[in-house]
């Protein structure tokens, strides 16, 4: 059986094969071939890598498959990135050569790479089309302009500006969300207005919707691709849309906060508040007061963050699996539960595993069970001040303690604190 070519090796490996004269690209291909698992028979490799004109191409979809590639590099970023750097090092040449000027030559290369868009011939789509670099697209659109054959089609025109917008949409956005507002301030008016623009800017920042041109901040399409991007932009969603159930929902599912700039109606909204606190639970502070004593509710919250049982109802602050999940997640909010349940063994033990200074919330008996308090400063030394004064006196405790943290042995039984009697591993933990 032959061997598989691992995916990271395929990449280094077409470049080689790229850089070679077509002789020795045919004996390296079949010389692989021989010891490896192919998707495609290595003529598919050569006839790529050796072409100089559209018409020797092989057909996109079998590079595709050659490549792995076919059916996968919509939406994925290692495939989107492979995709270019086979165009960049093959088709990007034949773009630029003075032979595509011939009769039909372009034409061919637009249907070809549309073929390999997955698209129609010579109807690209807009999204795929922003599937490819920003170099390829301003060679494809020189191309398609040098073109006297391509220029006598009705669609050229149209074809063309769909390649700069898609170029320009890519030199906005390509950099990331945090210099996305400075290129689109440098825009003309008129792509400012575009709402294919608005829609790219708005899905790679949303808080970009607050310095949209106004009547797009109320397409709902536009107002969702920024929902989808950062929720926290709900703050700038227009009436009638703000209204919009929809688009709290998929606000609150990006980011929690949208639930602080809702309408009260929404934030008694069951299943709004649970997407909210699922993902950041101190939103349990704006959910309506009916909410804030629903046990399902209040449990999502604490599950995220345990801290977010200071805003449930004092009743459910007596319920166990609230406070079990809470001390599991985050102890700090726990002075707040019954005191029943502070004398819970298992909810006290889970809470000073995650954070020993938990202890102070537990009930005397608990600050006097060794097992508590050994779990407690071990995790964190100083919480020997909470302890017992009877554990503060113990020699096992308060070693603990200080190989934590040295400090804590201001807080150990007077007979610890004198140097002629502290442990010698104690001191020479300080």
Same mark, same amino acid.
């Given at each position: 059986?032959?061997?598989?070519i691992?995916?990271e090796?395929?990449?280094?490996?077409?470049?080689?094969?790229?850089r070679?004269?077509?002789?020795?690209?045919?004996?390296?291909?079949?010389a692989?071939?021989?010891?490896?698992?192919?998707?495609?028979?290595p003529?598919?490799?050569?006839?790529?890598?050796?072409a100089?004109?559209?018409?020797?191409?092989?057909?996109?979809?079998?590079?595709l498959? /050659?490549?792995?590639?076919?059916?996968?590099?919509?939406?994925?970023? %290692?495939? @989107?990135?492979?995709?270019?750097?086979?165009?960049?090092?093959?088709?990007?040449?034949?773009?630029t050569?003075?032979?595509?000027?011939?009769p039909?030559?372009?034409?061919?290369?637009?249907n070809?790479? /549309?073929?390999l868009?997955?698209?129609?011939?010579?109807r690209?789509?807009?999204e795929?089309?922003?599937s490819?670099?920003?170099?390829?697209?301003m060679?494809?659109?020189?191309?398609?302009?040098r073109?006297?054959? /391509?220029r006598?089609?009705?669609?050229?025109?149209?074809?063309? %500006?769909? @390649?700069r917008?898609?170029?320009l949409?890519?030199q906005?956005?390509?950099?990331g969300s945090e210099?996305?507002?400075?290129?689109?301030?440098?825009?003309?008016?008129?792509?400012?207005?575009?709402k294919?623009?608005a829609?790219?800017?708005c899905?790679?920042?949303?808080?970009?919707?607050?310095?949209?041109?106004?009547p797009l901040?109320?397409?709902?399409?536009?107002?969702?691709?920024?929902?989808n991007?950062?929720?926290?932009?709900?703050s700038n969603?227009?009436?009638?849309?703000?209204?919009?159930?929809?688009?709290?929902?998929?606000?609150?599912?990006? $980011?929690? $906060?949208a639930? %602080?700039y809702?309408?009260?109606?929404?934030?008694?909204?069951?299943?709004?508040?649970?997407e909210?606190?699922?993902?950041?639970?101190?939103?349990?502070?704006?959910?309506?007061?009916?909410?804030?004593?629903?046990?399902?509710?209040?449990?999502?919250?604490v599950?995220?963050?345990?801290? %977010?049982?200071?805003?449930a109802?004092?009743d459910l602050?007596?319920?166990?699996?609230?406070a079990?999940?809470?001390?599991t997640?985050?102890?700090?909010?726990?002075?707040?539960?019954?005191?029943?349940?502070?004398?819970?063994r298992?909810?006290?033990?889970?809470?000073?595993?995650?954070?020993?200074?938990?202890?102070?919330?537990?009930s005397?008996r608990?600050?006097?069970?060794?097992? @508590?308090?050994?779990l407690?400063?071990?995790?964190?030394?100083?919480?020997?001040?909470y302890?017992?004064?009877?554990?503060?006196?113990?020699?096992?405790?308060?070693?603990?303690?200080?190989?934590?943290?040295?400090?804590?042995?201001?807080?150990?039984?007077?007979?610890?604190?004198?140097?002629?009697?502290?442990?010698?591993?104690?001191?020479?933990?300080?």
């Amino acid at each position: 059986m032959n061997r598989v070519i691992k995916p990271e090796n395929t990449t280094l490996i077409l470049e080689l094969i790229g850089r070679l004269d077509p002789q020795a690209q045919a004996q390296l291909a079949e010389a692989l071939a021989s010891e490896y698992d192919w998707s495609m028979h290595p003529d598919v490799l050569i006839q790529y890598f050796q072409a100089r004109q559209v018409e020797q191409l092989p057909a996109a979809a079998k590079v595709l498959d /050659c490549f792995g590639l076919k059916n996968s590099f919509q939406g994925n970023p %290692a495939s @989107i990135k492979e995709l270019n750097r086979l165009i960049r090092q093959v088709i990007l040449p034949m773009m630029t050569s003075r032979e595509i000027s011939r009769p039909n030559r372009a034409e061919q290369m637009t249907n070809w790479i /549309c073929d390999l868009l997955g698209q129609p011939p010579g109807r690209p789509s807009l999204e795929s089309l922003k599937s490819l670099d920003v170099p390829v697209l301003m060679s494809f659109e020189k191309m398609l302009s040098r073109s006297s054959s /391509c220029r006598k089609l009705s669609s050229h025109k149209a074809l063309v %500006a769909l @390649i700069r917008k898609a170029a320009l949409i890519k030199q906005v956005i390509e950099e990331g969300s945090e210099t996305v507002s400075q290129n689109y301030w440098r825009l003309d008016k008129v792509a400012k207005k575009d709402k294919d623009m608005a829609l790219a800017v708005c899905a790679c920042n949303g808080l970009m919707l607050e310095e949209i041109h106004e009547p797009l901040r109320r397409d709902r399409d536009v107002v969702m691709a920024a929902m989808n991007s950062n929720g926290e932009a709900y703050s700038n969603v227009l009436e009638p849309l703000r209204s919009d159930r929809e688009v709290l929902l998929t606000a609150v599912r990006s $980011n929690g $906060n949208a639930l %602080a700039y809702a309408s009260e109606a929404f934030k008694a909204d069951k299943e709004v508040v649970t997407e909210a606190v699922k993902r950041h639970g101190l939103m349990l502070l704006s959910a309506s007061a009916e909410l804030k004593a629903d046990r399902d509710v209040v449990l999502e919250a604490v599950s995220n963050t345990g801290l %977010a049982i200071l805003y449930a109802n004092s009743d459910l602050r007596a319920d166990y699996d609230i406070a079990f999940a809470a001390a599991t997640q985050d102890p700090s909010g726990l002075f707040v539960i019954a005191d029943e349940l502070k004398d819970d063994r298992s909810i006290i033990q889970k809470a000073v595993a995650r954070n020993g200074a938990a202890l102070q919330d537990a009930s005397a008996r608990l600050k006097d069970d060794l097992d @508590i308090v050994m779990l407690a400063v071990a995790q964190r030394g100083m919480a020997l001040q909470y302890a017992s004064p009877r554990l503060r006196g113990h020699e096992a405790v308060v070693k603990t303690a200080c190989l934590q943290n040295p400090n804590s042995i201001q807080y150990a039984s007077n007979g610890f604190k004198t140097p002629t009697t502290q442990p010698r591993e104690i001191q020479v933990a300080k």
